[in-house]
């Protein structure tokens, strides 16, 4: 088997200090797994790089591991505890810039303080973007007070990534099944749900450079692209846009692999938004490397398109 070059940029590690909001995260999982967990997301230099090597990941971008400070109630803490975190992860790039990029973690809580950590962490430390975990206590980032978030990134030109968390209320038909409420499905609902809101509520037709990224093969919005067209042009409830709702995925909203090997799915995402619009990804350490690697490289994909799904899109995105 030929092994491609890889770029991925759904990899987790925890600063000093914050496995306080990944307890989240985690609490689910038992004691030993849990244990190996928080070692790989505390590690830089030794497994995570050994198998970066062994499996053809050229660099990756790191990101805080969940929910972060979206889980802080201060807005004040949320904006120390964000610059700490930032800068910790800038000492850990600085140490090994040929392998390691970085998604800053933002105070989101107070849009203004937002904006200064994103130019702060772009401009001064060199940061390719942002990862966010999803709404902040209930606010979603359609909300007006974030254009000015928006159109900040959109000058830096770099992306943002929305990870998924909890619904901030729990769906009574997940009462009784809390398998239902977390990775397995209401993640995915969630983060699925804030893109649309993101883009029904217009944020891409004010700001069109916009990019944002869904994991886990987009978080099952590229499936229902043509639905989605047929149903808002139905019910469209008021809301106006300047593309049918299908052209923004493919286009503001991109997707990456991550916690989804399947090559039925990877040709189905494909076919919907075209290969410069799905990126490889593992996330590490929740996920396997090997496995990720392996699908990937197994993939009955071309190898110019193999070649874009694994390095060349996310090249062109990062500015790298």
């Known amino acids: 088997m030929t092994l491609t070059r890889k770029i991925a940029f759904e990899e ?10 990944s307890k989240a995260f985690v609490k689910h999982i038992n004691t ?3 244990s190996e967990l928080n070692a790989r997301l505390a590690d830089f230099d030794d497994t995570r790089i050994q198998l970066m090597d062994q499996y053809a990941i050229d660099y990756v971008i790191l990101s805080q591991t969940g929910p972060g400070v979206q889980n802080e109630p201060d807005a004040a803490t ?3 505890r964000s610059r700490q975190n930032n800068d910790f992860l800038a000492a850990q790039i600085d140490r090994n810039r040929e392998r390691f990029g970085g998604f800053a973690t933002l105070p ?3 849009p203004g ?3 200064e950590e994103l130019r ?5 430390l060199g940061f390719k973007g942002a990862l966010v975990n ?3 206590h209930g606010v979603y980032y359609d909300d007006r007070q974030y254009d000015p978030f928006w159109e900040q990134l959109e000058k830096l030109g770099v992306p943002l990534y929305l990870h998924p968390f909890d619904a901030y209320d729990v769906p009574h038909a997940y009462s009784g099944h809390p398998e239902l409420v977390g990775a397995t499905w209401g993640w995915g609902v969630e983060a699925g749900t804030h893109a649309l809101r993101l883009l029904f509520g217009g944020v891409f037709d004010r700001f069109p450079g916009v990019k944002v990224i869904l994991g886990h093969m987009g ?5 229902q692209r043509w639905r989605f067209d047929s149903r808002f042009a139905v019910y469209p409830h008021g809301v106006s846009l300047k593309q049918q709702p299908s052209q923004y995925i493919g286009s503001n909203i991109l997707i990456t692999t991550s916690g989804v090997c399947s090559h039925a799915a990877l040709q189905g995402a494909i076919a919907e938004m075209g290969p410069e619009a799905v990126m490889f990804s593992v996330d590490y350490p929740y996920e396997s490397i090997e496995l990720a690697a392996n699908f990937i490289d197994t993939a009955p994909l071309d190898e110019q398109t193999k070649k874009m799904v694994c390095y060349e899109n996310a090249k062109k995105l990062f500015n790298l």
């Not at 600063?15 to 909001?21: E, K, L, N, R, S």
């Not at 978080?219 to 499936?223: I, K, N, S, T, V």
């Open 134 to 136: 999803g709404h902040t």
């Open 219 to 223: 978080e099952g919005l590229p499936f």
């Open 32 to 34: 030993q797994a849990s």
């Open 113 to 115: 303080a937002a904006i």
């Open 108 to 110: 989101m809580q107070d």
């Open 12 to 21: 987790h590690f925890s600063a000093v200090g914050f496995d306080d909001y």
């Open 78 to 80: 949320a904006v120390r």
């Open 120 to 124: 702060r962490t772009v401009n001064d």
